[in-house]
C-alpha cells in the first residue's frame, strides 16, 4: 500500500513540479485552443502564443524559484 | 521514417533514461552491496517486468486512441513533464538547489538499509528486494513515460525503447567495470538537455494537437529546442544573480 501511494505521488510529481508553473502552462494552453478554435485567430498566432508563453513561463518560474520563500 | 524524426525522439529517450537509471543503479548497487546481488537481481527483474508490462498494455490501447487527442494529451504532459526538469537542471545549475549526489544518496540508502538490518532481522533479504525493486518501478516509470511520449505520437515506440534500453545497457555495463555509485555522469547537464528536448516535444505536439500546422514540420523542433536552451540558461543566469543578491 505505501509504495502504490508512493508511485502515485512520483506520478503526480512527474507532472506538478510546482504548483503555480503547472496551472500556468495549463491555462496557456486553455487560452490558445479557446483562440484557435473559438476565436478564430490564425493558428500559426496560437502557436507564437504557446511558445513565447511556455518560453516566459520558465524563466519567471526559475526566477520564483530562486527568490527566498516569503 | 526520416532520421530527423526518429533521432531527437531516440535522443530524449536515451538521455532520460540514462539518468534516471543512473540513479536507480545507485540505490540498486546500495542493496546488492548490503544484503548480496540476489535481493537485488530479483528487485529488479520484477521491477523491469512490471515497467515492460505497462508499456506492453498501454501500447496497443494508445493505438485506439485518435492521433490528435493523443497528441494534445501526450504533448501537455510532456511540456509539463519537460519544464519541470528544465526549471530544476536551471536552479541547480545557478547554485540555488544542490546538485543530484550519487555518492551521498548511496551512503544513505546503505545506512538507511543498515538501520533497518538492526531493526528486522527475519526479512532482510525481503525488505532488501522490495527496496531495489521500489528504485526501479519509481525512477522507471519517467523512462515508461518518456519512450511513450516521445514515441506514440509518430510510431516511435519501438526506436525510443531501444534507446531506453541502450541507455540501461550502457549503465549497467559501466556499473559492471566500476562497482560504484556512477557520480561522474554529468547528471545535471543531462537532465538540462533532456528538459530542453522534452520542452521542445510538449510545445510541438501540442500545437499539432491543436491543429497548429508549424512550418518546416519536424525542423521546428529545433528551433523550439534552441529557444528552450536559451531561456533555461537566461533564468538560469538570472537566478544566480538573484540568489547571489539575497546571500
Do not use: Y
Not at chain 1, 51 to 59: F, P, Q
Not at chain 2, 62 to 85: C, D, H, M, Y
Not at chain 2, 148 to 165: E, H, T
Amino acid at each position: 500500500m505505501t509504495m502504490l501511494k508512493e508511485l502515485a505521488a512520483e506520478l503526480i510529481g512527474m507532472f506538478v513540479v510546482e504548483r503555480r508553473l503547472t496551472i500556468s502552462v495549463l491555462a496557456i494552453v486553455a487560452m490558445v485552443a479557446s483562440l484557435v478554435d473559438f476565436i478564430g485567430v490564425a493558428p500559426l498566432l496560437g502557436g507564437a502564443a504557446l511558445l513565447l508563453g511556455s518560453l516566459t513561463l520558465l524563466v519567471e518560474s526559475v526566477l520564483r524559484g530562486a527568490r527566498p520563500p516569503g | 521514417m526520416a532520421w530527423f524524426t526518429a533521432l531527437p525522439a531516440v535522443s530524449a529517450a536515451f538521455l532520460a533514461s540514462l539518468v534516471e537509471v543512473v540513479e536507480a543503479f545507485t540505490i540498486v548497487l546500495a542493496v546488492a552491496t548490503l544484503r548480496g546481488w540476489r535481493p537485488a537481481a530479483i528487485g529488479t527483474i520484477v521491477g523491469l517486468t512490471t515497467l515492460a508490462g505497462v508499456v506492453l498494455l498501454l501500447g496497443p490501447l494508445l493505438a485506439r486512441v485518435p492521433i490528435t487527442s493523443l497528441q494534445l494529451t501526450i504533448g501537455v504532459l510532456l511540456l509539463l513533464f519537460g519544464l519541470g526538469w528544465l526549471r530544476k537542471a536551471s536552479l541547480r545549475a545557478a547554485g540555488v538547489i544542490p546538485l543530484h549526489d550519487e555518492e551521498a544518496i548511496f551512503a544513505a540508502e546503505t545506512a538507511q538499509l543498515g538501520s533497518q538490518q538492526q531493526r528486522v532481522h527475519r526479512s532482510l533479504q525481503w525488505v532488501a528486494g522490495i527496496t531495489a525493486l521500489k528504485a526501479v518501478l519509481l525512477e522507471g516509470l519517467e523512462v515508461v513515460f518518456i519512450v511513450i511520449a516521445v514515441g506514440a505520437g509518430r510510431g516511435l515506440l519501438l526506436p525510443a525503447s531501444l534507446g531506453a534500453l541502450a541507455a540501461c545497457a550502457l549503465v549497467l555495463a559501466a556499473g559492471a567495470a566500476v562497482h560504484r555509485p556512477l557520480s561522474r555522469v554529468p547528471e545535471n547537464t543531462l537532465k538540462f538537455g533532456v528538459g530542453v528536448m522534452l520542452s521542445a516535444f510538449g510545445v510541438f505536439w501540442t500545437g499539432e494537437g491543436l491543429g497548429i500546422p508549424w512550418p518546416g514540420q519536424d525542423l521546428a523542433l529545433l528551433l523550439f529546442a534552441s529557444l528552450f536552451l536559451a531561456a533555461g540558461l537566461l533564468g538560469s543566469s538570472l537566478a544566480r544573480k538573484l540568489s547571489l543578491g539575497f546571500a
